[in-house]
Structure formats: C-alpha cells, structure tokens
Nanobody, 123 residues
Framework: QVQLVESGGGRVQAGGSLRLSCAAS????????MGWYRQAPWKQRELVAD???????NYAEFVKGRFTISRDNGKNTVLLQMSNLKPEDTGVYFC?????????????????WGQGTQVTVSS
C-alpha cells in the first residue's frame, strides 16, 4: 500500500501562483509514476502532469508553459508549481502514484490517489 498526502492548495487571483506538494509513504520503493490529476465541478478527472521515476514527463496541453512538475525520489515527493493561473484551473487536484512490481513475465500495477486539495482561481 502507498499513502499520499497533498498540501498547498488554496485560493488565488488569476495570474497568481501556487505550489502543490505530495508526500508518499508505505511501499514507496515500488512507485514508478507520480503525478497530478484535477477534477472541476461537473467534469471528469483529467491528467495535469505526471513524471516517471526515470524522469519522463507528460503535461496536459492546457498547462504547458505554465505548470512545472518535479520529483524528489529520495524524499518520495512530487511537486507541482503552478503559475499564471486561470479561473478554468479551478478544481480539486489529486496526487497520483502508480506502483510497478512483480517478475518481468508478469508485471503488476496498482494505482493510488490522495484525498485531493482544492485550488480556486478567481477572476
């Protein structure tokens, strides 16, 4: 099992910045990918950014150039620096981790989610 605890959400005006932090505990040695998803009211949860343990990064198109994801594998944390925030960035942001384990011929993957942290951007 992996436990994820987020921090850093809040309210900010459009154009402002926030930094989200997520700390993992438990079976952290099995973690491969860590990242962030968000869910706005009445919308499906969507990927914001994720990063593999080897450093491969994926960003959603709507955050490219504004958000930066980083990881500290030694501390089992993932950060999301958000800049130039827009009202449409409002939502609950969830930390995500995927563990990969098992022999090469039969690999297992488990997904874990944090409780979520609210980000509100006012115009």
């Amino acid at each position: 099992q992996v436990q994820l605890v987020e921090s850093g959400g809040g309210r900010v005006q459009a154009g402002g910045s926030l930094r989200l932090s997520c700390a993992a505990s438990g079976r952290t040695r099995s973690i491969n990918t860590m990242g962030w998803y968000r869910q706005a009211p009445w919308k499906q949860r969507e990927l914001v950014a994720d990063m593999s343990s080897s450093g491969e990064i994926n960003y959603a198109e709507f955050v490219k150039g504004r958000f930066t994801i980083s990881r500290d594998n030694g501390k089992n944390t993932v950060l999301l620096q958000m800049s130039n925030l827009k009202p449409e960035d409002t939502g609950v942001y969830f930390c995500y981790a995927q563990t990969v384990y098992g022999p090469v011929e039969r690999t297992y993957r488990d997904d874990y989610w944090g409780q979520g942290t609210q980000v509100t951007v006012s115009s």
